[in-house]
């Protein structure tokens, strides 16, 4: 039978997230249940409650956010192979694909050619209606979708590792920084500080950089060998020509031909960031050096496993400030004004309240 849920949800664009009841699916024989404990607070939950994406994601209400989700497994199917109840374990932005196509056979199940499913705000090829997120107390997910959280991980601190980790994690790893490498990392947000950390513990030669003076000791802390001012002409000048890689995880408008100028020959500039214009190129800055100007999204399920498995072994965890969900529409205020380090992550013991 399918089981009631407590969620917070928006019903609207225009009116605050509130308390709502949900249902959630009776469990299949490949599915797993689990009570969620913890779940990051994305900027893309606020694009997705405002229905800012409306072109290319149109939001359906009742909408319940959240795609960064660490819970504990209270039962689970009788083929589920993978896992058992009382483990810890994760779900990210997809909770399904058809696992038969190209891309998912190569582990890209975010890249289905018939499209993944995402975490919330889409059809649920189960219930008829849409998905719904994690900012609620259960969620029931394919085993095939779930991930395992390295036991000596924070479970508050693991969960933006879901998204924010694998969204930096992904192209670090895709285009093979390591030692030996210069890495610039462009912002210091929920995104940024992550790709400090992931570059760092990598072994790469790690350059932040900010618009913010304030943010350098930060930064520093987090792991970057160097900070540069990113307004500053003569501070970058001296970058000029001498990067591997380039994360840039900016998500408002700003001038990329400025960073893609510090590439070295073969160099890579990868946007992560979505800003919602158009971004102008110079077709020279690429041209003279054979540079590469790209994007990268979320990693599949197998190098989600690996980025996990990778914060375990060098006890990597988001920077947060946790919040009981009551709290989540001054968070999303606060979001708005970057006044946050550097990821919300709302305590789901707070529904029972």
Known sequence: MPSSAKSFAAQSATTPLGPHSIQRRTPTDTDVAMEILFCGVCHSDLHQVRDEWKSVMPTVYPLVPGHEIVGRVTSVGSSVTKFKEGDLVAVGCM?????????????????????????????????GGVTYGGYSDSIVVDQAFVLRVPDN?????AAPLLCAGITTYSP???????????????????????????????GAHTVLFTTSPGKAEDAKRLG???????KNADEMQKHTGS????????????????????LGVDGTLVLVGA??????????????????????????????????????????????????????NEAYERLLKSDVKY???????SLKG
């Open 343 to 349: 990821r919300f992550v709302i305590d789901m013991a």
């Open 243 to 262: 990067f591997d890689f380039i994360l840039d995880c900016v998500a408002a408008n700003h001038d990329v031909n400025a960073y893609i100028n510090l």
């Open 95 to 127: 909770v399904d694909s058809c696992q038969n196509c190209k891309n998912c056979k190569r582990g890209l199940e975010v890249f289905c050619e018939k499209g993944c499913t995402l975490t919330y705000n889409a059809p649920d090829k189960h219930t």
């Open 172 to 202: 670090l790893h895709h285009w093979n920084v390591g030692p030996g490498k210069k890495v610039g990392i462009v912002g210091l947000g929920g995104l940024g500080h992550m790709g400090v950390k992931f570059a760092h513990a990598l």
């Open 153 to 157: 991980l924070d479970p508050a601190g």
């Open 224 to 230: 970057a060998d160097e900070v540069v001012l990113s």
């Open 275 to 328: 800003p919602d214009q158009p971004l102008p190129v110079s077709a020279f800055g690429l041209i003279m050096g054979r540079k590469s100007f790209a994007g990268s999204a979320i990693g599949g399920i197998a190098e989600t496993q690996e980025m996990l498995d990778f914060c375990g072994k060098h006890n990597i965890t988001s920077d947060t400030e946790t919040i009981g969900i009551q709290q989540i």
